[in-house]
Nanobody
Framework: QVQLVESGGGLVQAGGSLRLSCAAS????????MAWFRQAPGKEREFVAD???????HYTDSVKGRFTISRDNAKNTVYLQMNSLKPEDTAVYYC??????????????????WGQGTQVAVSS
């Protein structure tokens, strides 16, 4: 069983930055695909970014050039560096992980393990 614990959320002004962290338990973290999703009030959960075990990455179009996903396998941690934040980035951000991503990296159904979420609020 893998447990994921997010941290780093908070309130920031538009244009500011935050770095989210997701700490994973378990000895097989380095072989897991990891991702960040977010859910804004009244909206469905959406894909933000993912990083494969080989450190290949994908981003949703709205965050390209502003967000960077990375991983530190020695610390069993995945990060989401968020720069130039906008009010529309306001959401609960969730970390997700899976040993195999069979339904597409952008599909939340492809991930087995989920964190509890961390709130990000961006004021205008």
């Amino acid at each position: 069983q893998v447990q994921l614990v997010e941290s780093g959320g908070g309130l920031v002004q538009a244009g500011g930055s935050l770095r989210l962290s997701c700490a994973a338990s378990g000895r097989t973290f380095s072989s897991y695909a990891m991702a960040w999703f977010r859910q804004a009030p009244g909206k469905e959960r959406e894909f933000v970014a993912d990083i494969s075990w080989r450190a290949g990455t994908h981003y949703t179009d709205s965050v390209k050039g502003r967000f960077t996903i990375s991983r530190d396998n020695a610390k069993n941690t995945v990060y989401l560096q968020m720069n130039s934040l906008k009010p529309e980035d306001t959401a609960v951000y969730y970390c997700a992980g899976s040993g195999a991503v069979s339904g597409g990296y952008f599909n939340d159904g492809s991930y087995t393990y989920w964190g509890q979420g961390t709130q990000v609020a961006v004021s205008s």
